[in-house]
């Protein structure tokens, strides 16, 4: 599978300028299966959903369907969605044919306040595309193992971003951990630039295979890359290390 990764600075609060900048970036992409977008990458990390939020058949939304059509190749990226009077920062994964899935942020961040103002999910995500099982995620989930447990025998992790610049030993450190105790790909997709509120970020977008082993380095600048990564190579890891086997089985509470 080839994915292609978007790391770019985002207009704050400004999801027409961002769409913009994302459509140009995108024309770059040749050939792919996969485009990871950061999180919220259409407006920054907002907590003004009440300014930014959209509704599901609006305009970022039919943005991202008519990106995968065009470039026949699924694209996964989160946005601000208000629905039945509640917001949440929600993950799409659009397919090519413009279907979708999607998945609410469970782990709200409650630093910034996103948990004042957004409401969690509570539903883990499995997508299914082109022989893969995919699980995506929202940045702030990075920090929680539990609900990232490899419990469904997923071929790759995703999360989508925007982690700081601060905090960027704990990202490259996490996104390892979680794809040696998963033995998944992970891909991890951040911004670059400085947000509305003051906060830097300087990307380090990264593609980690089952060992932990960097298949992308982590990025800073802005930057298009895609990489392909091999299903059969991480089988055969799996099958000489079969660690998996051995995962605690649990439940998670509500």
């Not at 299966?33 to 039919?62: C, H, R, Y």
Request: charged share 25%.
């Amino acid at each position: 599978m080839k994915i292609s990764l978007i790391q770019t600075s985002l207009a704050w609060e400004d999801a027409a300028a961002n769409r913009a900048n994302f459509a140009t970036l995108a024309n770059a992409i040749k050939e792919t299966d996969l485009i990871v977008l950061p999180e919220m990458f259409a407006t920054g990390f907002s907590m003004n959903p009440e300014k930014v939020a959209e509704k599901m058949d609006g305009l970022s939304v039919q943005w991202m369907q008519d990106l995968a059509t065009q470039k026949n190749c699924a694209v996964a990226g989160s946005l601000v969605i208000e629905e039945d009077g509640s917001y949440y920062n929600r993950m799409f994964f659009v397919f090519p044919d413009k279907q979708y899935k999607t998945y609410d942020k469970r782990h709200l961040f409650t630093l910034a306040g996103e948990d004042k103002v957004y409401t969690r999910g509570n539903q883990k995500l499995i997508v299914d595309y082109k022989g893969w099982k995919i699980c995506p995620f929202v940045c702030y989930d990075l920090r929680f193992p539990v609900f990232s447990r490899n419990t469904e025998g997923y071929d790759l992790l995703i999360y989508s971003a925007n982690w700081p610049e601060v905090r960027t030993l704990a990202w490259d450190t996490l996104l390892r951990a979680r794809a040696i105790e998963n033995q998944a790909y992970t891909v991890g997709l951040n911004r670059i630039g400085q947000d509305g509120n003051g906060h830097n970020y300087i990307g380090h977008s990264q593609v980690v295979d089952a060992l932990g082993t960097y298949i992308l380095e982590p990025q800073e600048d802005e930057v298009i890359v895609t990489v392909e990564i091999n299903k059969a190579s991480q089988d055969e890891i799996r099958s000489k290390l079969a660690f998996l086997n051995d995962k605690d089985i649990f439940a998670l509470i509500p």
